[in-house]
């Protein structure tokens, strides 16, 4: 599980590591900082919203978790549409739909009319922006990736930097209304993203006539053998305990402050905190993952950043002032980085170029139940206590379980998977040695007689026979 798997990507040609690949970061920058930022940054409307249609915190709570729900459970339906129609037309039509939702939700007279447009339509557009633009950010690069994707996941924290303050702004200015407007016509910019991501174009061969239909007859939409990897279930049962609690802190924060009597300003600006220190956190932690002796061992790296996430929890449920939420934010926005530009880059390390597309959209929809329940029971329970504590005691919880989970599994995993060939040479090695075991007795003789004259001969060549520990036994 904590191994990387090299292999030259879907259409076979290599990983270019730069030229056009910085655009495409670019794009995947911006799609990751409203895909993540979006439902977070909404939450500065909620008590608009809670005034307005005289709900509660639980109900205004499903806005964010529809959105990221939305986000999460879309996977499989991303990865077939991107192996079906690739990912450029894929988020074109992911921009539209995103910006429509928003547009459409500042006539809802009704707090289930925004959950079915803010939230569910919005959400798929978001969802069939965002997995595209990891998979052509993994197809671009390779050695560099660790690096990339901790600078495109810093796109949250910088929108998040952005669109909090903004939000707040354009609620006092325009209303709850104005802002969905707004924010709807700023979300087509997801299609600009999308124009940028060329596909990658297999060298001419004069006699590769009949290489695309073999590629059609092979090409699967929807690859499900990624659950016989071990390292593969294992993340996707840690990462699905990790979102019940991870989104919670920053959904509920704003809010907290508010209740401690802090102005609406002021209690946004923890939102603006978080980000500015999760900006430097990603692309950091990024670099330290590309190292060459932390890359094989990501895995161990990324149940750190979520123990460390979930200790930050914990502590912040004892701030009782706001120069204790401004520590919280600090810590949680360092922790919270990390987790942000390790997570996918642990899934390409486990199943490849080739699979990723499959692998991410079956993650997501795994984790989708999980972050469809984490925000709105967290609202829950704060509705029945009206302590904030309580709520980020369990979200603690549930991230620090989901470290162990996902350190132990790989402990216990990692001796078996090193054993297995992670390299297309290995595996043709041990295709060649399955053909040598099927050879009949007469063959096998004669190859023993060759070798052991390779043997002989040896010492007297070199003058000392060279043990190579990669074929002695």
């Not at 990983?15 to 900082?33: N, Q, R, Y």
């Not at 590309?290 to 094989?296: A, E, I, N, Q, T």
Request: glycine fraction near 10%; charged fraction near 15%; include cysteine.
């Amino acid at each position: 599980m904590g191994a990387v798997v090299a292999d030259d990507g879907p259409s076979g040609v290599k990983a270019p590591d730069g030229g056009w690949g910085w655009a495409v970061l670019f794009g995947c920058f911006i799609i990751t900082g409203f895909s993540y930022a979006f439902p977070k940054a909404v939450s500065v409307f909620f008590k608009e919203l809670i005034r307005e249609f005289g709900v509660g915190y639980s109900d205004t709570a499903w806005i964010s978790s529809i959105l990221l729900a939305m986000l999460y459970g879309t996977g499989p339906l991303c990865s077939v549409c991107v192996n079906r129609f690739g990912c450029r037309p894929v988020m074109l039509v992911g921009g539209l739909f995103a910006s429509m939702g928003m547009v459409i939700a500042s006539f809802c007279t009704s707090i289930v009319q925004i959950y079915l447009t803010a939230g569910v339509i919005t959400g798929l557009g978001l969802a069939l922006n965002f997995q595209p633009s990891l998979i052509m950010l993994n197809r671009y690069f390779d050695k560099r990736r660790p690096l990339a994707n901790g600078l495109s996941a810093a796109g949250s924290p910088v929108f998040l930097c952005a669109l909090s303050p903004l939000g707040q702004i354009l609620q006092h200015e325009y209303g709850w209304r104005g802002g969905f407007l707004i924010l709807g016509g700023m979300l087509l910019n997801c299609c600009v993203c999308g124009a940028l991501m060329r596909p990658l174009e297999p060298p001419k061969k004069p006699d590769a006539t009949n290489e695309p239909v073999e590629k059609k007859a092979k090409k699967k939409l929807l690859d499900f053998s990624v659950f016989k990897d071990g390292g593969f279930v294992i993340y996707t049962l840690a990462a699905s305990i990790m979102v019940l609690g991870l989104f919670v802190p920053p959904v509920f924060v704003v809010s907290y402050a508010k209740d401690l009597g802090y102005q609406d300003t002021k209690a946004a600006f923890l939102l603006t905190i978080l980000g500015f220190i999760d900006i430097f956190a990603r692309p950091v932690c990024g670099m330290v993952a590309g190292l060459k002796w932390v890359r094989p061992r990501c895995v161990y790296l990324f149940s750190f950043a979520m123990i460390f996430n979930g200790f930050t929890d914990l502590m912040g449920s004892m701030s009782v002032d706001y120069g204790g939420l401004v520590v919280f934010c600090i810590f949680f926005g360092i922790s919270y980085g990390m987790v942000g530009a390790l997570q996918f880059e642990v899934l390409m390390a486990i199943v490849g170029t080739q699979k990723f597309s499959s692998a991410i959209g079956l993650v997501l929809l795994a984790e989708a139940m999980a972050v469809l329940i984490g925000p709105p029971s967290a609202g829950k329970l704060l509705d029945v206590t009206r302590r904030y504590m309580f709520v980020f005691i369990i979200a603690g919880i549930e991230v620090t379980t989901s470290a162990l989970v996902l350190a132990l599994g790989n402990f216990f995993c990692i001796k078996k998977k090193s054993e297995e060939p992670h390299t297309k040479e290995a595996a043709a090695e041990r295709e060649e040695l399955n053909k040598s075991e099927d050879k009949t007795p007469e063959d096998a003789k004669v190859d023993s007689i060759e070798v052991e004259q390779f043997l002989k001969d040896e010492p007297e060549k070199n003058g000392e026979v060279v043990t190579n520990p990669e074929t002695c036994v």
